[in-house]
């Protein structure tokens, strides 16, 4: 089977007049089920009908076996690939998924398709290929608009961005999630107060739906003259079909957090009837809020945007982990003095951050542990 993998196919074309039955375009796949897809993908398809080549330039592909990929994913220094694919077997791919594929096709220049055709190939050489992966900034939908723009005679326009588009980062990966409220949750616990800042139009193409709806209503302006970046409507190469589904969880992260809140409660009461302190309760509660303290400690650390400063860490804290042995010991300790002012703080960040789902609820069980331990000398 003929790929368009090779750099030497690519480069053979190097008069723009044999580029007339070439053909590029915005390659869009709808999201499936699965949460890695949750937030689409973007592609170049390029054709030459002269030359039998119909190819998928695609920036998402990486490898699960690479050393350590799990520790480089958290730390934000995982590594994708550009990969030449046939279209066909694509399009097959994303249809077993139930997935819609659309494409954009690009009124172009032959100037600037044989730009666009040599940067793929420069793309594609193995000292290339690889770039390291950012999940808001450097991605599969920003790639092949960031090729797309920089080799056209003229400049990109946007229409302006509508108010229903005035979104944070964080609002547009709700809006993506659906009924992963569990993964919403995950990304939630992680993403700092950066992920709630305004965004522009510009970083809003991080997301292959949005990169889609900026190029229908683009222009170029080339030479004073304005003409649309895009031919005609869509074309759909592979209708939204039936998306396998697994149910997941039951209850949601909000109703487990009222269920730990309620239990806590009914203890509480149950310490104050008994006029007893159950200090399993403490270590349990500092053992896992400090755990998970932990990963938020490490993501301050990692090269995902948006990650640092995370006011979550407040109540999530690490330095509960230190205390434990004082705890069990019975012994003096400062934390649940300590731990009022984190909590103060946290309530505090709500007006810089939006929470995960139900962490209010984690507050006010630490706060019941306070209140437990406030006589405490």
Request: net charge negative.
């Amino acid at each position: 089977m003929s790929l368009f993998c090779s750099v030497s196919t690519v480069k053979a074309q190097q008069e723009p007049n044999s580029m007339d039955s070439v053909e590029i375009g915005l390659i869009t796949c709808s999201p499936h089920e699965e949460v890695y897809s949750l937030y689409g993908h973007s592609a170049i398809h390029y054709r030459d009908y002269r030359k039998g080549i119909d190819a998928v330039f695609n920036w998402g592909v990486f490898n699960y076996k690479t050393p350590h990929f799990v520790w480089r994913f958290i730390f934000g220094t995982t590594d994708y690939e550009l990969e030449a694919v046939p279209f066909r077997p694509f399009c097959e791919y994303y249809k077993g998924w139930g997935s819609q594929v659309t494409e954009q096709l690009l009124d172009l220049t032959p100037v600037e398709k044989q730009r666009i055709c040599n940067a793929l190939a420069e793309n594609l050489k193995p000292e290339n290929r690889t770039y390291r992966y950012n999940f808001f900034y450097d991605n599969c939908s920003t790639r092949p608009r960031n090729i797309i723009e920089n080799n056209l005679e003229g400049e990109v326009v946007y229409e302006k961005l509508p108010e229903s588009r005035q979104q944070t980062f964080r609002q547009m990966i709700h809006d993506q999630m659906g009924d992963h409220r569990w993964s919403a949750f995950g990304n939630d616990l992680l993403l700092g107060f950066k992920a709630d800042l305004e965004t522009t139009q510009r970083e809003q193409q991080f997301l292959p739906s949005n990169l889609q709806l900026d190029f229908m209503n683009a222009v170029v302006v080339r030479n004073g003259q304005r003409q649309p970046l895009v031919k005609d409507d869509p074309i759909v190469h592979v209708a939204l079909g039936e998306q396998p589904f697994e149910p997941g969880f039951p209850l949601s992260p909000f109703t487990c957090a009222i269920i730990f809140l309620a239990i806590n409660i009914l203890l509480f009461l149950l310490e104050e009837y008994k006029k007893k302190t159950f200090r399993w309760i403490d270590v349990t509660l500092m053992l896992a809020t400090g755990l998970t303290g932990c990963i938020l400690l490490l993501m301050l650390f990692s090269q995902h945007p948006a990650t640092s400063t995370n006011l979550q860490i407040l109540i999530l804290n690490p330095l509960s982990l230190f205390f434990i042995p004082s705890v069990i010991r019975q012994r003096k300790t400062r934390w649940f003095t300590l731990s009022l002012y984190f909590i103060i703080a946290f309530f505090l960040g709500d007006l810089l951050q939006d929470y995960a789902e139900g962490m209010e609820c984690v507050a006010l069980c630490l706060l019941l542990r306070y209140w437990r331990h406030r006589h405490d000398k």
